[in-house]
């Protein structure tokens, strides 16, 4: 069975960090694409920041470039999302997804049909 768990999510202050995790399990994810989501509530679920195959090529979401990291450890089938500076309208459920697309293995897409396995989700809350 496959599954993507991820860990890290907790309730920060305004300026803070945190480092998400996403671990899979089930099958190996180190030929494809990895990616983060969140949805905040009441609005839908938006891309993040995604990883290719070997971690050369990222994409982030606009409002988190310069502030998030995503990277993998292929060995240890994990995933990962460094979050800086961070503002409470980052407040939201995240998510990590792995795509299983050919294209995305090589430059880390965004959208979120691409992806067909996901986690359950990690709360982060941002306090002013």
């Known amino acids: 069975q496959v599954q993507l768990v991820e860990s890290g999510g907790a309730l920060v202050q305004a300026g803070g960090s945190l480092r998400l995790s996403c671990a899979a399990s089930g099958r190996t994810f180190n030929d494809g694409a990895m990616g983060w989501f969140r949805q905040a509530p009441g609005k839908d679920r938006e891309f993040v920041a995604s990883v290719n195959w070997n971690g050369g090529s990222t994409a982030y979401e606009d409002s988190v470039k310069g502030r998030f990291i995503v990277s993998r450890d292929n060995a240890k089938n994990t995933v990962y999302l460094q979050m800086n500076s961070l503002k409470p309208e980052d407040t939201a459920v995240y998510y990590c997804?792995?795509?299983?697309?050919?294209?995305?293995?090589?430059?880390?897409?965004?959208?979120?049909?691409?992806?067909?396995?996901w986690g359950q989700g990690t709360q982060v809350t941002v306090s002013s």
């Open positions: 997804a792995a795509s299983l697309d050919y294209h995305c293995a090589r430059y880390a897409c965004q959208a979120t049909s691409l992806y067909v396995y």
